[in-house]
């Protein structure tokens, strides 16, 4: 199983909130380009990134970041928040982006989404599952859709997509482990998928415990922030 460490930005800063909430907020560091050179240090392949401001506003902030990043570095980059149209994920492709993450364009401008797949194809999009009590969160987490995530997998496998970064989003930022049942209810459902786990990651055990049903990625941000895994026994997690 492939884990992949996370970078949230915020006006420029390293962050974590407690489950998708603004109001908690907590900023390890204003140097977002130190910590994923450390990422770079311990061979991770890949690194996901968010841009929390965006993913409210729909207004990119990082881009000059990213520039930076795929300049100085040779990781790979899986970036999220504010792609709600077809330009933002064509000029965020065209600066080198490994895959994007699309959550509200693919529920609210389904147009602007299938244009995104027919154009760049299904390998560069990660399609995000943000759910609470398995209805598919919006705009940051901030709004609830009327979908549920089994009737949006199903609308993006007709599509094509394979990989899926799964959020439950009562679960991120706690540090109180992965929701496994729901992954394997997921995964019973859906074998095909490329499943990636977010959400209260704190151990190597969850990450055992996910590797174990067959998940296919998992990212984790706040156990590394909060020294909870070591960099060193995360490595060990890198394909």
Known sequence: ??????VDIYNGKVVRLLKGDFNQIKIYG???????????????PWVHIVD???????????????????KS????????????NFLQAELLIKEGID?????SMSVLNKDDFEKTVIKFGAESIVVALDVKNEMVLIKGWTKESNISIWDHLNYCISLGIKYYLCTDVLKDG?????????YKKIMSSYPQIKLIASGGISS?????????????????????????ISLKELSKFVS
């Open 1 to 6: 199983m492939l884990t992949i460490p996370a």
């Open 30 to 44: 204003d140097n977002p380009i130190e910590i994923i050179q450390k990422f770079e240090q311990h061979l991770f």
């Open 52 to 70: 929390l401001v965006a993913s409210v506003s729909g207004n990119i902030t990082t881009i000059n970041l990213l520039k930076e990043i795929k």
């Open 73 to 84: 570095s040779k990781l790979r980059i899986q970036f999220g928040g504010g792609i709600k």
């Open 99 to 103: 895959k994007i993450i699309v959550g």
């Open 174 to 182: 706690t540090l109180q482990g992965p929701h496994i049942e729901f």
């Open 204 to 228: 190597v055990d969850d990450l055992l415990a996910l590797k174990k049903i067959n998940i296919y990625a998992s990212v984790v941000g706040k156990a590394i922030y909060e020294n909870k």
